[in-house]
């Protein structure tokens, strides 16, 4: 089992950043683990955000966020982070962090084992 923990979620003005944090436990990385950052606004179904391989050599990002997010990990340090740029009013939902065993990063949130509780974040205008 892998436990994911999310932190770094808050409000923020439009234009602002912020940087999420997810932080692994349990019988963490003893194997290889894709991890992902999905969001869900109120109202709306959960959309996947960002993806990084194992190894980080890849990442793969929805269209509304390229250039303005960047998702990164620190296996050493069981965390994966999604630095967010540029903020919009439309970026405002609940983030979560998922992992997946393998290296190949997917995009469905049915693909994923192991969910965080998730993060708010809050962009106002």
């Known amino acids: 089992q892998v436990q994911l923990v999310e932190s770094g979620g808050g409000m923020v003005q439009a234009g602002g950043s912020l940087r999420l944090s997810c932080t692994a436990s349990?019988?963490?990385?003893?194997?290889?683990?894709?991890m992902a950052w999905f969001r869900q606004a109120p109202g709306k179904e959960r959309e996947f955000v960002a993806a990084?391989?194992?190894?980080?050599?890849?990442?793969y990002y929805t269209d509304s966020v390229k250039g303005r997010f960047t998702i990164s990990r620190d296996n050493a340090k069981n965390t994966v982070y999604l630095q967010m740029n540029s903020l919009k009013p439309e970026d405002t939902a609940v983030y979560y962090c998922a992992a997946r065993g393998g290296n190949i990063i997917l995009i469905a949130v049915t693909a994923y084992d192991y969910w965080g509780q998730g993060t708010q974040v809050t962009v106002s205008s």
């Open positions: 990084i391989s194992w190894s980080g050599g890849s990442t």
């Open positions: 349990g019988r963490t990385f003893s194997r290889a683990y894709a």
